[in-house]
């Protein structure tokens, strides 16, 4: 099997994945308003001040957010009030869980102040801390070294080559 890395400059990354995951989850305050969903959080105050940015950027990331279908407008009305929305995962939504548990992760290690991390999530049935691994379909934990780089359907060779 051909490792595309061996000839990098014979394709392009214009159709990349990780590109246009980004576009959809790349900005930090998706990335917290995600946290805040996986941990529960459905309402738009609450939102607003768990994520800490204003009321107008919080509406707009949300609705590019129902837009990109990882979360779901679900409409709710309070006994004497008007109704409202709240905010579900969908399941393009739930399924960014090892990603933000990978970077929760990593923050852990990396980037937490010397008293540690703010909040450790553990496994409801052993209390073992949660961590993001890198498996392949059959179950193998992977190392960085153990992966190739293969042509995709979507690759795009470059012209020439």
């Known amino acids: 099997m051909e490792d595309l890395r061996e000839d990098r400059d014979s394709w392009s990354s214009e ?3 990780v590109a246009r995951a980004m576009d959809i989850v790349g ?7 995600m946290r805040e969903a996986l941990l529960g959080t459905r309402r738009f ?4 001040r768990r994520v800490g940015v204003g009321e ?10 129902v837009a990109a279908n990882l979360l779901e407008r679900i409409p709710y009305r309070e006994p004497g009030q008007r109704t409202r929305h709240e905010y579900q995962l969908t399941r ?4 960014l ?7 929760r992760n990593w923050g852990d290690t990396w980037a937490a102040d010397d008293a ?9 049935d052993c209390g073992e801390p949660v961590r993001a691994v890198l498996r392949c379909a059959a179950g193998h ?5 153990d992966i190739d780089i293969a042509a995709g359907p979507g690759l795009i060779r470059r012209s020439g080559r």
Do not use: Q
């Open 97 to 103: 869980l090892p990603v933000i548990t990978a970077l």
């Open 15 to 17: 159709n990349c994945s």
């Open 116 to 124: 540690g991390p703010s909040v450790v999530a553990t496994h409801h």
């Open 45 to 48: 105050d609450d939102f607003v």
């Open 27 to 33: 900005s930090r305050s998706t990335v917290l308003i």
């Open 141 to 145: 934990e992977v190392e960085d070294g």
């Open 56 to 65: 107008p950027a919080m509406a707009a990331r949300l609705k590019e957010m």
């Open 92 to 95: 393009k939504g739930h399924e």
